[in-house]
Nanobody, 124 residues
Framework: QVHFRESGGGSVQAGGSLRLSCVASGDIDSSYCMGWFRQTPAQEREGIAYIGDGGEATYAPSVKGRFTISQDNSKNTLILQMDSLKPEDSALYYC??????????????????WGKGTVVTVSS
């Protein structure tokens, strides 16, 4: 089992920044890739960024150039720095782990463990 503790969500005005943090515990090791997803009541869960097994970062087009994902393996911590936020970025943001690193941002069904999420609200 893998567990997550997410933090950093909150309310910000458009153009502002937030930094999300996810600390993983349990049976997490290098066999897993970690990533961030988000969901609103009106939309399905969307993959927005993940770090592949080679350490490379991949982003959804909707956030590329504005969000930066990073990972501190010594602390099992995943970070999402969100800049130039827009109202459409408002969502519940989830941290997730993918055993085998085969999900990417599009195959959400292949991700194995999920946090409870942290809420981001961006006002115009």
């Amino acid at each position: 089992q893998v567990h997550f503790r997410e933090s950093g969500g909150g309310s910000v005005q458009a153009g502002g920044s937030l930094r999300l943090s996810c600390v993983a515990s349990g049976d997490i090791d290098s066999s897993y890739c970690m990533g961030w997803f988000r969901q609103t009541p009106a939309q399905e869960r969307e993959g927005i960024a993940y770090i592949g097994d080679g350490g490379e970062a991949t982003y959804a087009p909707s956030v590329k150039g504005r969000f930066t994902i990073s990972q501190d393996n010594s602390k099992n911590t995943l970070i999402l720095q969100m800049d130039s936020l827009k109202p459409e970025d408002s969502a519940l943001y989830y941290c997730s782990a993918d055993y085998g690193c085969d999900g990417g941002v599009s195959r959400i069904d292949l991700w194995d463990y999920w946090g409870k999420g942290t809420v981001v609200t961006v006002s115009s």
